[in-house]
């Protein structure tokens, strides 16, 4: 059985590279094309592919808007020249995203997540996870991957966040997972009455705290309930204070 895809972006030049990179998969068939968000709406509801290829910033109606507004839910590759616009949906639940300007090479590795993902259900599940990777309530749960597969885990079984560079590591009773988004996109995410910043690395649930303590040097650190101790930055350890800490 052949996927069908629907190519949706602004650019006449993205639309058509990609349509002749999409030609070398001979399981994949591109049934039809968007130019702006509006038509792409219409599009989805005609013609029900499998999986979009969407770019975020179109005419009239930017991507995750096109999601939210079609009752057809297929899964999403997201197109985008600006990748801070896509990672945090891509992590938190999104099929895979593509940076502009992309090669045959990474669109083979979104099309063996794409066809990964055809053993899934790709509706409401989807669409709910989109909804909380850029809507305003605090997320619930933080997609990783694990080789192939999109695994979820609940915040409250991360016991703190570290920055590693532009990514950040997730810490759980279990082990830590490397997400490929910022630290302070991240803590944007959170409740702010269960995760504090106590340093400009270190984000951590309040609800793993064992304590914090005053260390030899003088300086307050973080005891978390498995042992782990962290740092905790002067301003921070001032405003924890504040807290009542």
Known sequence: MRVRALIADDEPVARAGLRRMLADFEWIECVGEAATGPAAVAALEALRPDVVFLDIEMPGMNGIDVLRRAAHQ???????????????????????????????????????????????????????????????????RLFVRSGATLIPVPVSDITWFTAAGDYVEAHTGAGHHLVHVSLARIEARLDPRKFCRIHRTHVVNLDHVRAFRRAPNGRMVAEMRDGTRLPVSRSRASELRGRGF
């Open 74 to 140: 297929p899964f999403a590759v997201f197109t985008t020249a600006y990748s801070q616009h896509a990672v945090t949906a891509f992590e938190l639940g999104a099929l895979d995203y593509l940076v502009k300007p992309f090669g045959p090479a990474r669109l083979a590795t979104a099309l063996e997540r794409v066809r990964s993902g055809l053993g899934e259900p790709a509706s409401a599940p989807q669409r709910d996870r989109l909804a909380e990777a850029l809507g305003s309530t605090p997320m619930s």
